[in-house]
């Protein structure tokens, strides 16, 4: 049985150790907010799924194979055959481990997903729903498709958690709040990133108005990822801040936050306390920032348990 579903928009990633004006070779892999939650919680061990549009074009078998290669499920994985390519960024990390991106992704294959390609039937059968506001933004149609899973998902009781992941390339301030306003009464887990997405979404760089903002538009469980500030957790268990867990040496933060919230997700789905699935999600986002892309570092679960678990003998 597959216990979470994400759906969104898979990016071949090209990546550089030097700037991208000067770069003469680019490392290829692949990136993708809501792909990389799943694949944070793959490894983890939880049995994932995800809804996606592949372009008819020499990349697709790399994605698609890429996917299965992560123990996710591939079934509803829709190659748009004769027609449409699949989009790519370019990545160059500078020596602080910041990054910058060139995107080229505008009409691609995963923009043209629609609602008649979300089935009720898949959804129906999961534990949690991942919604992104990427997969929102990229088209109208990728933002219908989101908000018709969502609505599956809470007619089925199923647990739908919502990253809004702005990105001021796609969109102003003002259409992401359309977004989030239309989607987040289905959402049961919200996922800000605090300044990135409470400031568009809230007018506010402060985690806790964020949780309170959250919490007023009837949002149980609120984790603000706030990268080497830590992170707040409000839950029906109460609040609690965390520090960062210090994994070792930055190297590249690229796709930190969404192992973060992949962890948090699979702590839920085993059963524990928000709490504990948060420290889950921090060891897992401390790890992944000590190695490059957004996926290549993204620990297993051997890791992962082995510093929780010590971390809870040691209380």
């Keep these: 049985m597959i216990e979470m579903i994400s759906m969104g ?10 700037p991208i004006e000067t770069s003469k070779t680019f490392t290829r892999s692949m990136a993708g907010d809501s792909f990389n939650i799943v694949v944070a919680a793959s490894r983890l ?12 074009d020499p990349f697709k078998e790399y994605l698609k194979n890429s996917f299965r290669s992560e123990g996710v499920d591939t079934s509803h994985v829709i190659v748009d055959r004769g027609k449409g390519f699949n989009a790519a960024h370019f990545v160059a990390v500078d020596e602080n481990g910041e990054r910058e991106f060139v995107y080229y992704r505008k009409g691609s294959a995963p923009s043209t997903i629609g609602p008649s390609d979300i ?12 919604c992104s506001g990427i997969a929102q933004a990229i088209s109208e149609t990728s933002r219908k498709a989101v908000l018709k899973a969502a609505r599956i998902a809470k007619d089925h009781g ?10 001021h390339q796609l969109w102003t301030h003002k259409e ?17 990133s605090a300044p990135a997405d409470t400031i568009p979404l809230f007018d506010t760089n402060n985690p806790e108005i964020a949780v309170s903002e959250a919490q007023r538009r009837g949002v149980k469980t609120t984790v603000v990822t706030m990268g080497e500030k830590g992170s707040l957790l409000s839950s029906p268990e109460g609040s609690k801040w965390f520090d960062p867990f210090i994994g ?3 190297i590249d933060t690229t796709g930190a936050g969404d192992a973060y919230k992949g962890g948090f997700i699979h702590g839920l789905l085993e059963g524990f306390t928000p709490s504990d699935a948060a420290t889950i999600g921090n060891i897992s986002a401390g790890l992944t920032i000590t190695g ?6 993204i620990p297993d679960r051997e890791k992962v348990y082995n510093i929780f678990e010590n971390m809870k003998g040691n209380k």
């Design 119 to 130: 089935k009720e039937a898949y959804i129906s059968n999961a534990k949690i729903m991942h």
């Design 45 to 56: 061990g939880t049995k994932t799924g995800y809804i996606t549009k592949l372009g008819d």
């Design 248 to 250: 070792g040496r930055v």
């Design 158 to 167: 199923i647990l739908v958690s919502y990253d809004p992941n702005y990105r």
């Design 292 to 297: 490059r892309g957004a996926l290549g570092a």
């Design 9 to 18: 928009e898979c990016l071949i990633e090209l990546f550089s150790e030097e």
């Design 176 to 192: 992401a709040r359309a977004a989030m306003e239309e989607i987040i009464p289905f959402v049961d887990i919200f996922l800000p």
